[in-house]
């Protein structure tokens, strides 16, 4: 079975950092992007970071310079490193990855930014 594991979510105050890990399992390969939407309640789903599998990345611009988007392409894992955390990035997390079948999503984690 394919699937997306992801880890990392919590509560966090204002200022502070979290980093999101996702896990792609099963007989996956030929990924050519990873990366992350969230969905806050009432809004819809919005990409914040992806990674193409030679290595560039792309940032929505309310996360530029505070979050940094990596890869273990030997694990088939993306990272998101969350610095400077604002009470706005509280959403749920979803990564995706991209690969030879179509779409996969991972199961969303939950980010709640106190202030």
């Known amino acids: 079975q394919v699937q997306l594991v992801e880890s990392g979510g919590g509560l966090v105050q204002a200022g502070g950092s979290l980093r999101l890990s996702c896990a792609a399992s099963?007989?996956?390969?030929?990924?050519?992007?990873m990366g992350w939407y969230r969905q806050a309640p009432g809004k819809p789903r919005e990409l914040v970071a992806m990674?193409?599998?030679?290595?560039?990345?792309n940032y929505a611009n309310s996360v530029k310079g505070r979050f940094t988007i990596s890869g273990d392409s030997a694990k088939n894992t993306v990272y998101l490193q969350m610095n400077s955390l604002k009470p706005e990035d509280t959403s749920v997390y979803f990564c995706?990855?991209?690969?030879?079948?179509?779409?996969?999503w991972g199961q969303g984690t939950q980010v709640t930014v106190s202030s």
């Open positions: 995706y990855a991209d690969w030879m079948v179509g779409r996969l």
């Open positions: 099963g007989s996956i390969f030929s990924i050519e992007f």
């Open positions: 990674l193409t599998s030679d290595g560039s990345t």
